[in-house]
């Protein structure tokens, strides 16, 4: 044999060799990793902006969630590694009231920790904690087009992460306006950048993508606990089918990864926290298996709810506007495709809906927003189903169906009927409206449309007209129903947004009393949705009360006492609250012969409105055609209502200001010098004239 011969039989051997490496390293390029999926994940971002970072910065802080998580991120902020309400209580606290804790460890501390870095940044706002519900949106905007644009296309993908960043409800909790906010927020974004992910992971057959998955489940446990370990279950079930050679999967050591990097992640504060405050701990860990698993030793609230909940009561307040059944007819079709195609962002979908709905439904307590980790997947598996529609007559039928439901319920009076026969244990199935109206019209066009099809031999005239028709009705839905009932929403309660009784005075005892001070609040009710004693612990650092100043006991333990009220105190008033606040403060160790006089800045007036006089008011603008305004007011006896209008080139506006926007009891406000009426108003530089009564004196207002 030559040598010519044997270096050509090498060199071909060699070639054999190389092949199967060559094949294995070439990929072909991704047509789903492009520039122009960079582009629309900017354009989402953008989207989402738009939709939700405006009024983010408002003043007001609503609702029990909002105001704790508010206070314990001041708190939080003071002393990082300690979350708490109360730094150094007055008087003994029980670890079992949360609303009223030292230490709070009620919910988990990651968008606590998040707020307190932000309010280093951007100062003490309630802007620096809903900041992370805004990015927890948007990261779950943006984790929905990349998980849905291979089973459904780009522009689908793109349709349901526009409508999932302009649902009403998402407006609510990034708001701050509702219960959960920045937990649910944070942890919505958390699963679906975790399952997003491990779906790429699965794809390059990578542990160290593994390892990002996992860190991400790690800080949405430091967020929401056991509800962020939802995509750990998914990446373990998905390995699992593989190995059944059911689906595309994760390798072990990829689920591995994962868990590694959330227990690196979430393990330590969870260790320390349990051995720092064992009794505490252990306490909210009962608590929160409470959620799932009945206890009468711990106080869950009055949120238990029947089995059927999800599907019914928080499934609607989620997803509205959409029909409740919609939700439902997309999970439904995911488990279909799962099984006809075993793609795996279909099967890793369907396990993360199925999962979260299937446990909060067994469990003992659903609020309303316990189940917004799961919605971004639900809008990718509307995305999923739009874009089948066109090649699926029956699944077109029943979005179709879904979609006219509320139509349907308003002229088939049958279809009510029908519901409220529904046996009593299926409790909100019969009550509310909805659900089993849907399934009814969804079951009978579903049926009627594939026998129709096999009859008449699948025409594909029927499959493009019902396809088409699904596909409009339910683009037209994410795109344009979505924004314009979240723009209506938000208009409806602009004004709510500003309502703010502690901001202008908290802020005012935060930069002129002594770090060691306490507040007692003189009040005796709290705005609707407001709890005032948090609101002023957040504004003002300073532990608060609302109840009978307790000077002596202050002292004792080496705190300043100052007085909050909306009415003139025997005290000196704490200098830099503006004319405009609707509360004043006063120093308690700084007694006067007489009541505070009126402060400067009002604009003096002398009205008489049976048996109220007007004495001045004040104004501040707070922007998008708002002002705050303070009638300081003296009663002749018991108050009566003050009914202002304010009249300008746009219209009039009138205001009934009752005795109780005091947040005082009518007859503490009796004998008082002078006492605060606050209300929002047009803005002063479009108002020309005040009339006080319904035809009573009118008073010219300079401009500003």
């Not at 007055?90 to 009223?100: G, K, T, V």
């Not at 006067?592 to 400067?600: F, G, S, T």
Request: hydrophobic content about 50%; aromatic content about 10%; some cysteine.
């Amino acid at each position: 044999m030559s040598l010519k011969s044997i270096l050509r039989g090498t060199a071909v051997a060699t070639l054999l060799l190389a092949v199967p490496v060559l094949v294995q390293t070439y990929r072909a390029p991704d047509p789903y990793r492009t520039k122009l999926d960079g582009l629309i994940v900017v354009a989402l971002v953008v989207w989402g902006l738009a939709q939700l970072a405006p009024h983010l910065a408002h003043p007001a802080i609503y609702n029990w969630d909002e105001a704790m998580h508010q206070a314990a991120a001041r708190g939080t902020h003071d002393t990082f590694f300690t979350p708490h309400i109360y730094k150094d209580p007055l008087y003994p606290s029980d670890i079992r009231h949360w609303w009223a804790a030292n230490v709070w460890m009620h919910k988990p501390t990651g968008p606590f920790w998040f707020g307190a870095l932000m309010m280093h940044v951007v100062g003490v706002t309630p802007f620096a904690l809903r900041l992370a519900s805004l990015l927890g949106h948007l990261a779950a905007g943006a984790a929905i087009y990349l998980i849905a644009r291979r089973p459904a296309g780009r522009l689908w993908a793109t349709l349901a992460a526009v409508g999932f960043l302009a649902l009403p409800f998402g407006w609510q909790l990034v708001q701050g306006r509702f219960f959960g906010d920045v937990t649910d927020c944070t942890l919505a974004g958390c699963n679906a950048v975790a399952v997003a992910l491990l779906f790429h992971a699965t794809r390059e057959n990578s542990w160290r993508w593994g390892l990002a998955a996992g860190a991400v489940v790690g800080l949405g446990y430091l967020c929401k606990t056991g509800l962020a370990l939802t995509p750990l279950g998914v990446a373990a079930t998905l390995w699992g089918l593989s190995r059944l050679r059911f689906c595309p999967g994760p390798r072990f050591t990829t689920v591995l990864a994962m868990v590694a990097a959330a227990g690196v992640v979430a393990a330590p504060w969870s260790l320390y926290s349990g051995w720092r405050w064992p009794e505490l701990h252990d306490l909210e860990s009962r608590v929160t298996r409470a959620h799932l698993f009945h206890d009468p030793t711990v106080d869950v609230g009055p949120w238990r709810r029947p089995l059927d909940a999800v599907l019914n009561e928080v499934n609607r307040t989620s997803f509205q506007p959409l029909p409740n059944v919609l939700p439902l007819v997309a999970f439904c079709w995911l488990l279909v495709r799962a099984v006809r195609k075993r793609d795996l962002e279909t099967v890793g979908l369907a396990l993360w809906v199925g999962a979260t709905w299937l446990v909060l439904s067994l469990g003992t307590v659903k609020v309303p927003a316990i189940a917004w980790g799961a919605v971004p997947a639900v809008l990718a598996a509307l995305a999923i189903a739009g874009s089948d529609a066109w090649r699926h007559p029956t699944l077109a039928a029943l979005l179709l169906a879904a979609l006219g439901t509320p139509l349907a319920m308003e002229h088939l009076p049958a279809l009510t009927r029908m519901r409220e026969s529904l046996p009593a244990s299926w409790d909100q199935t019969r009550t509310l409206p909805g659900l089993a109206e849907g399934l009814v019209m969804v079951f009978f066009a579903g049926a009627m449309t594939a026998v129709v099809w096999r009859l008449a031999r699948r025409p594909e005239w029927l499959t493009g007209v019902l396809g088409l028709a699904a596909s409009g009705v339910l683009a037209w839905h994410l795109a344009i129903t979505l924004p314009v009932e979240k723009a209506r929403y938000e208009d409806a309660h602009l004004e709510e947004l500003y309502v703010s009784y502690s901001r202008e005075v908290g802020l005012a005892l935060s930069r002129n009393t002594p770090k060691r001070s306490v507040v007692f609040a003189a009040l005796d009710t709290d705005p609707p949705l407001n709890f005032e004693n948090l609101n002023l612990m957040f504004w003002s650092g300073r532990m608060t009360y609302r109840r009978a100043p307790d000077v002596a006991l202050a002292h004792e333990r080496g705190y300043h006492p100052y007085l909050v009220s909306p009415l003139a105190e025997p005290y000196a008033p704490v200098p830099g609250v503006p004319p405009q606040a609707a509360l004043r403060a006063y120093d308690l160790d700084a007694p006067l012969p007489q009541p505070a006089p009126l402060p400067d800045g009002i604009t003096p007036l002398s009205v008489r409105q049976g048996n109220l006089e007007v004495l001045g008011f004040a104004s501040r603008s707070l922007g998008h055609g708002i002002e705050r305004y303070a009638f300081y007011v003296r009663a002749l006896g018991v108050p009566q209502t003050l009914r202002v209008t304010f009249h300008g080139p746009d219209g009039i506006v009138e205001r009934v200001l009752e005795p109780g926007v005091t947040l005082r009891r009518p007859q503490a406000l009796v004998g008082a010098a002078w006492f605060i009426l606050p209300a929002l108003g047009p803005s002063r530089a479009k108002v020309t004239h005040l009339e006080f009564g319904a035809v009573g004196q009118r008073v010219a207002v300079s401009p500003p």
